[in-house]
């Protein structure tokens, strides 16, 4: 995959994950816990540019939470083929907005 840009490493991804996480409440924090997958990777397209990148942190299925590295937000999705979100919407600076996807109950 060709690297997006803007072009957060790894551990400055998880660094910003980590501050948001800690920020939740206790019940946010649990359900994170639960879903919580290894930080990585993944692309978004909007209107068919991209890829941009988002970084996933939590999965229920194929619905996913994570960082959208160019809004600057945290989001939600679907993880379709070729580690591409789909369905991709943004909360904004809040983890805990961002948490409706894993809240719901699984279809």
Same mark, same amino acid.
């Given at each position: ?24 409440? *206790? @019940? =946010?924090?649990?359900? /994170? ?14 209107? !068919? %540019? ?7 942190? *939590? @999965? =229920?299925?194929?619905? /996913? ?14 993880? !379709? %083929? ?26």
């Amino acid at each position: 995959m060709d690297s997006p840009v803007p072009d957060l490493t790894l551990v400055e991804a998880a660094a910003i994950i980590a501050e948001a996480t800690a920020e939740l409440n *206790a @019940a =946010d924090r649990e359900l /994170v816990r639960q879903h919580a997958i290894p930080v990585r990777q993944a692309i978004r397209r909007l209107n !068919g %540019d991209g890829p941009l990148p988002v970084w996933l942190l *939590a @999965a =229920d299925g194929p619905r /996913v939470v994570g960082y959208d590295e160019v809004e600057e937000e945290f989001g939600s999705g679907v993880l !379709g %083929d070729g580690n591409e979100v789909q369905e991709w919407v943004t909360f904004g600076d809040r983890l805990a907005w961002a948490l409706v996807y894993i809240r719901a109950p699984s279809a």
